[in-house]
């Protein structure tokens, strides 16, 4: 949730100093980078949308809750807004090409794109930090593909983006004032736009796993195998299935237990050892026991 508050707070600001540098200066990049941040504020919108409605309650429709509202809206980011933003970029550069003309005051557009840069930075660092509280010293590429947490996947792609995105502005500006050729200043905005559609398509391959149906992630569903294995409940687990909610997990085990006489002792470890597990691992939510004597 703090990543996503440090962006949106970065990108509103942002937004509006390029947009007010944009129409100063007739910049295409500039306008450009003013549409990409501008998507990017309505991004965390709808990424805080997402974690409200995935927090509700169960209902007899929604037996096993709301949790994977956050892949949607998730989705919904990569799928329209970034698309949108690189498309728009793209129009204007190929406009701009066609009719080209002088970046004005371009020390005003260099300013402006400089202090988003910090801005940026200061987002990227936010969300960098919450994602280290939960992994550690996990690489960064590593992350974004194991991650089951969509938000954090997409405020990542969206930072990494905005931080390219600014340096690619800053130097097409930096090329047509060297060159005195405003073709620069057009490339630059098609090449911003270029940049947000892989990234749309990046984020949004990751989070379409998610929507159709992931595992946990992969090191916790190895450490819940061995912690099952290890129980004195169970003497032989035949099969265990993790399936990932947004923020919490529903698990399903068939295995073999220690009990044979008693069905009431069954039960008994049966409860035992689902109540455990809930304890052990604070993201399982929903836990269906099949005792069995064969795989």
Known sequence: MSAIIYALSANAGIAVSKAAAAAYTGSSAML???????????NQLLLLLGIRQSKQEPTPDH????????????FMV?????????????????????????????WVAIIVLGVGVVLEAW???????????????????RYFRDSRESELIVVMGEDIAALAGLAMALGAIVLSMATGNPAWDAWGSIAVGVLLIIVAC??????????????????????????????????ELYNMISFQMGTYLFVAVKARLAERESAKGLIDQVNTVQDALKVEFPAVRWVFFEPDDKS
Request: charged share 20%; aromatic share 10%.
């Open 202 to 235: 990046g984020v949004g391959f990751e989070v379409r796993a998610l929507l159709i149906g992931q595992s946990a992630e992969p090191a916790e569903r190895t450490a819940m195998e061995t912690w099952l294995k290890a129980r004195p409940e169970v003497a």
């Open 123 to 141: 987002s990227l660092r936010g969300c960098i930090h919450e994602i280290r509280e939960k992994a550690g010293d996990m690489p960064l590429w």
């Open 63 to 74: 037996p096993l809750g709301f949790g994977k509202a956050t892949y949607f809206w998730s």
């Open 32 to 42: 450009a980078e003013s549409v990409h941040s501008a998507a990017d504020c309505a």
């Open 78 to 106: 990569a799928l329209m807004l970034f698309s949108m933003g690189g498309a728009f970029s793209i129009y204007e550069g190929v406009h701009k090409l066609s009719s080209p003309e002088p970046v004005e005051n371009p």
